[in-house]
């Protein structure tokens, strides 16, 4: 038996790469086309399951009709993942594949549905947006949970943060950033995870002085693009989940094993 493993899914999109964490793999859309190149590999499987947004049944009949198919084909299994599984429907699920015949002597992991894991850090706004790093730079690992354009008066802005808020403002909007930076200090304000200053524009001396006097400083970002344009390429970002980032791999380890 080869010294590798295999690792396929039961529709792309599973999810299977932020499980493999970089594990060199192939993608394929049929199951029988798997099966056959897994027996000529000689690799044991382990099949990933994508349970978002879907019906119970649906999953559980996915699984065993690809196990099934597997099974055929003389492929060893020895472990499925279902992944993005709702915390209230855990169980059940588990249940379901523990009653199944095909998935005996075999592990079930099931991964909790996380928004937080889909969210990009820092580092990953800053790679898109081709941006400058002018503070925070040990503290690029922060999740930009949601983003807000600050473009109104100060009174405006403040209810709509909320934690992990990114906040995208031009960059010579001096009363926004000294607010925003003052609520990683309030006990009664939600903390943001950052700030985007849009325009090519920085911060005045006197500014930029009191700014690095903050303590537990937040990555404040520059871009040339305006703030338009800026808040357009954030929206688009799609956050993967890499080697290096503990803070996703961490949550991803929180789903619970079952052996069967």
């Known amino acids: 038996m080869s010294n590798g493993l295999y690792i396929t899914a039961t529709e792309s999109g599973s999810g299977k790469s932020a499980i493999a964490l970089g594990v060199m793999e192939m993608l394929f859309r049929k199951v029988d086309i798997n099966a056959s190149i897994i027996k000529n590999l000689a690799c044991p499987v382990l099949l990933v399951a ?12 996915l699984i065993s009709l690809t196990l099934e198919s597997l099974v055929e084909k003389g492929c060893k299994i020895v472990g499925t993942i279902i992944n993005r ?6 169980d059940d699920i588990i249940h379901r594949m523990k009653a199944a015949s095909l998935v005996r002597n075999q592990l079930i992991y099931a991964i909790p549905d996380e928004a937080v894991l889909a969210k990009p850090t820092l580092s990953e706004v800053a790679k898109t947006l081709n941006a400058d790093i002018l503070c925070g730079h ?7 949970r949601s983003f807000t354009v600050a473009a ?3 009174r405006n802005l403040l209810p709509r943060i909320v934690h992990g808020t990114l906040i995208i403002t031009p960059g010579d909007r001096a009363d926004i950033i000294v607010a925003c930076l003052a609520t ?3 006990t009664s304000m939600e903390k943001i995870s950052g700030i985007i200053l ?3 524009l920085a911060p005045e001396k006197p500014i930029w002085d009191l700014i690095q006097g903050f303590s537990g400083m937040v990555p404040i970002l520059s871009v040339d693009t305006d703030t338009f344009q800026t808040t357009v390429q954030v929206e688009k970002i799609q956050s993967t989940i890499s080697p290096r980032d503990d803070r996703k791999i961490t949550r991803l380890a929180r789903g619970r094993t079952h052996p069967v």
Do not use: C, I, W
């Open 50 to 61: 994508n349970a978002f947004q879907k019906p119970l049944e649906d999953v559980s009949r």
């Open 85 to 90: 599984v709702t915390a209230s429907t855990e």
């Open 138 to 144: 040990k503290q690029m690992y922060r999740h930009a």
């Open 152 to 154: 109104m008066q100060l």
């Open 184 to 186: 990683l200090s309030s």
């Open 198 to 200: 849009t325009g090519g």
